[in-house]
């Protein structure tokens, strides 16, 4: 099968030889990076660079064995049954690792893959077999476009955890799956499904399994045996599924409760329908006492009402003592990638 891609007004035979004309018909340099990555795949160079989001600290480049990558597309492919010249689309941009791996799995697949500018609201028309986008993206589109969401047959979520509110919002209609991964495993090593049956556990990949460490984080046991140690608080349940509860470096001691700001979220998200994130502030009797910062230039003039349902509600639905102590109405920053940033 012979890999096809679609970009600046045309499709183009996946091959080397027509970098050139590729590039000399790009216009915006969300193109020009997609010429770059297929440059930098078919050099001589034996690693490719990506970046990492910058979701738990500054970006940083991280180098990837190229037959390694090719190891990861396969499974992917081979998971998902993508073999027969699915038509896929490439909404994410080519610079991080996520675009980067939907043009590889193009090329080992013999897809045909439409690249559409990276946006809030991806465009999806005539819909794809199968299409990789942030949670931010798919959340968007359900909102903006339920009736394009409808159409799509499989659907690849990652970026963000993808909270109960946004999996009971979807339209039924295609077969979505949660990704489990960073950078530095070269993009998923474990899924989700969340549609039209959700799962609670994430299951690796053929080859990989995880293990918890002392401290109970997320250890990744890659398939030749190596180990990578990662700060995600996990409940292990087998050697090859888990249940993801949080980042440890977020956890919020509040009077000896230890509390995953994570999980609170993912529950208040069917209460508060604009962007927020719960932190910890110093508290001086309880050490830290949760805070809930929902994103906005100034408080509304309704604030008070709101913030007295909230609380009320979340008094009544959280666990006990995983209440907001206050609520705040700030700005929250976020990534290059879209992820919103805990403050």
Known sequence: MNARIHMAGKWWPLQPDHLDGMKAACAESWEYEVVDALAEWWSEETNIVSLTSGSTGMPKSIHHNKKAIEASALRTIQFFGLTDQPVASLVMPARYIGGKMMLIRALIGGWDLRVVKPAVVPFLQPAPDFVAMTVSQASSLIDKDPSVWKELKLVLLGGSPVDDDLVKRMPAGPKVFESFGMTETISHFALRQLAPQKAELFTCLKGFQVRSSLHQALVVVFP????????????????????????????????????????????????????????????????????????????????????????????ANLPPYHAPKRIEWKRINQTASGKWLRP
Do not use: C
Not at 295 to 306: C, G, V
């Open 224 to 315: 030749d045996g190596t180990e990578l140690a990662t700060n995600d608080a996990v409940e292990i349940r087998s050697v090859t599924t888990f249940r993801w509860l949080g980042r440890l470096d977020d956890v919020i001691n509040s009077g000896g409760i230890k509390i995953h700001p994570s999980q609170v979220e993912a529950l208040l998200s069917s209460l508060i329908d604009l962007p927020f994130k719960v932190y910890g502030e110093p508290h001086p009797q309880w050490g830290n006492q949760l805070v809930i910062r929902v994103h906005a230039d100034a408080a509304p003039s309704n604030a008070a009402e709101l913030e007295a349902q909230w609380m009320a509600w979340a008094m």
